[in-house]
Nanobody, 114 residues
Framework: VQLQASGGGLVQAGGSLRLSCAVS????????MAWYRQAPGKQRELVAS???????RYPDSVRGRFTISRDKAENTVYLQMNSLKPEDTAVYYCKATRGGFEYWGQGTLVTVSS
């Protein structure tokens, strides 16, 4: 099983980034997907999730700015991040979940400068 996250980088506050997570080794359509982030010295937190049916959830901190989507044909989950803030700086991880099993990607660093 491999989850390959990409798309991170350095962006100015107010800018946008699109993260991708390419999934292989599992049946993508059977797994709920999510993006988490972990800032230095802080706990990992959920920033977006999407069910197999396409229902999405966001915490208040990113709702209206971040959008999660999934492409079954490409076995890829995306995170579109707009209106980025310095407090969005973190390593972003994707996760696949089905039943009691979960799989994590390696993370991609997002740095938002003020």
């Amino acid at each position: 099983v491999q989850l390959q996250a990409s798309g991170g980088g350095l962006v100015q506050a107010g800018g946008s980034l699109r993260l991708s997570c390419a999934v292989s080794g599992i049946v993508f359509g059977n797994h709920a997907m999510a993006w988490y982030r972990q800032a230095p010295g802080k706990q990992r937190e959920l920033v977006a999730s999407i069910t197999t049916g396409g229902s999405t959830r966001y915490p208040d901190s990113v709702r209206g700015r971040f959008t999660i989507s999934r492409d079954k044909a490409e076995n890829t989950v995306y995170l579109q991040m707009n209106s980025l803030k310095p407090e969005d700086t973190a390593v972003y991880y994707c996760k696949a979940t089905r039943g009691g099993f979960e799989y994590w990607g390696q993370g991609t660093l997002v740095t938002v400068s003020s």
